[in-house]
């Protein structure tokens, strides 16, 4: 392999934001530091769309202090696009490259992020233009292929779990039906961490929809009337992906006006009405009057002060691994391996083809899924509790003996 090029390097973040992405930027960030061969750290301020308009800033010049605080805050410090390069947006992005004497990239993201390094450094070659694009994985879904997990996976699935240990004991106080609703159009990862926290018999979530498990209407109805005759409430954590057998999402069924994104797919984290819809089902076929829901959202992805400390450090290492990898590789994407489970938990990062990522993603295993696909597996428990770092202890004082 041909010696590092003396040049300058760019990094930026896609995609939606998470409590750990920019705990990647500082890996990146603090691991160019190191190597004499980058003469400029350029951070291009929403993503491809800041590297096409050169918005760019310096963060050779963030102090040490700044960056600490950066990489505890949840969100895209840079900005952030949904903007999916075709091949004339990516030769736009070459062209300023070789404008700058670009010939390191760093893209933290998803499996579309992977893709644009992948198309880029395809033109480049061809080109004969030495650039070397890493990816740097991110995503709460946890669906990129070949890594063990993705950073930013951890940190959502603590809120989530948290959030549903509160809901329960909320449930307990007041009991009725609670339904969350949880992101995820086409992997249950998040959907299934709500179970995570669960430390008595009768806790919540009782149900656990996710959307490589379709469901009928019929059946949702049964689970729950089920639940709540037994136990007189019934906490319900479903994925926005829940779908009918027809393999058509039950939020595209219900939304008369279909709001789509800039990948085309139907609008679900930003509505209601999964949540209300099914609300209005209970009532109306089960005849219970307390329900509510509540449509988690975008609070998923960037909730301040609940970053996990596991989560955290595995995107710092993601980060400036992926520039140890660009002194001696062309290209990439980073990559864990779980090497043990338990309290002796640990990963160790490999480089894998961008190919292998770009465009492509993984769905919750079968053996995560219960027999009755509306809940998780002890192997799923086993897999996912490390990555959040641990969760907290809670006690209910009403199922004690009564006196």
């Given at each position: 392999m041909a010696s590092a090029p003396q040049a300058n390097a760019i990094v930026s973040q896609s995609g939606g934001p998470t409590g750990v992405i920019n705990a990647s930027l500082v890996g990146v960030i603090e691991e160019v530091k190191k190597h004499p061969e980058i003469k400029n750290l350029y951070g291009a301020i929403h993503a491809v769309s800041g590297i096409v308009k050169e918005n760019f800033i310096d963060l050779m010049k963030v102090s040490n202090d700044v960056l600490e605080t950066v990489a505890a805050s949840p969100?895209?410090?840079?900005?952030?696009?949904?903007d999916k390069p075709d091949a004339e947006y990516c030769k736009k992005?070459?062209?300023?490259f070789k404008k700058r004497d670009i010939r390191y990239f760093f893209y933290?993201?998803?499996?579309?992020?992977?893709?644009?390094?992948?198309?880029?450094?395809?033109m480049a070659q061809e080109a004969k233009y030495e650039l070397r694009a890493f990816h740097v994985p991110k995503t709460i879904d946890n669906d990129l292929l070949v890594t063990d997990h993705c950073p930013g996976f951890g940190t959502a699935a603590k809120f989530v779990s948290c959030a549903l240990m509160g809901d329960d004991l909320d449930n307990r106080a007041l009991p009725g039906i609670k339904i969350d609703v949880i992101m995820g159009r086409h992997a249950g990862f998040l959907t299934a961490?709500?179970?995570?926290?669960?430390?008595?018999?009768?806790?919540?979530p009782h149900l656990v929809y996710m959307p490589e498990r379709p469901v009928s209407m019929d059946k949702f109805l049964s689970d729950v009337d089920s639940v709540y005759k037994k136990l007189g409430r019934c906490v319900i954590a479903v994925?926005?992906?829940?779908?009918?057998?027809?393999?058509?999402t039950?939020?595209?069924?219900?939304?008369?006006?279909?709001?789509?994104?800039?990948?085309?797919?139907?609008?679900?984290?930003?509505?209601?009405?999964?949540?209300?819809?099914?609300?209005?089902?209970?009532?109306?076929?089960?005849?219970?009057?307390?329900?509510?829901?509540?449509?988690?959202?975008?609070?998923?992805?960037?909730?301040?002060g609940l970053q996990s400390p596991v989560d955290a450090a595995e995107a710092r290492s993601c980060g400036r691994q992926a520039v140890q990898y660009a002194m001696n590789e062309l290209n990439g994407s980073v990559a864990m391996k779980r090497t043990a489970s338990g309290k002796n938990y640990g990963v160790e990062l490999f480089r894998t083809e961008l190919k292998n990522v770009a465009e492509?993603?993984?769905s919750l295993p079968d053996e995560f899924i219960n027999k009755d696909g509306n809940g998780i597996t002890s192997a799923f428990v086993e897999y996912a509790m490390p990555l959040t770092?641990?969760?907290?202890?809670t006690e209910y004082l009403g199922n004690f003996t009564k006196i």
């Open positions: 969100s895209s410090a840079l900005g952030s696009s949904r992005i070459l062209d300023v933290i993201g998803g499996n579309d992020s992977a893709n644009t390094c992948f198309i880029i450094n395809n961490a709500s179970a995570l926290g669960k430390q008595r018999d009768d806790d919540g994925s926005e992906g829940m779908s009918d057998h027809d393999h058509k039950w939020a595209e069924k219900i939304t008369e006006t279909q709001e789509r994104d800039s990948h085309g797919n139907v609008q679900l984290s930003g509505t209601g009405a999964l949540a209300d819809y099914l609300a209005s089902q209970i009532k109306s076929k089960l005849k219970v009057k307390r329900v509510r829901a509540d449509t988690f959202g975008y609070l998923q992805r960037s909730f301040a492509k993603t993984k770092g641990g969760l907290p202890k």
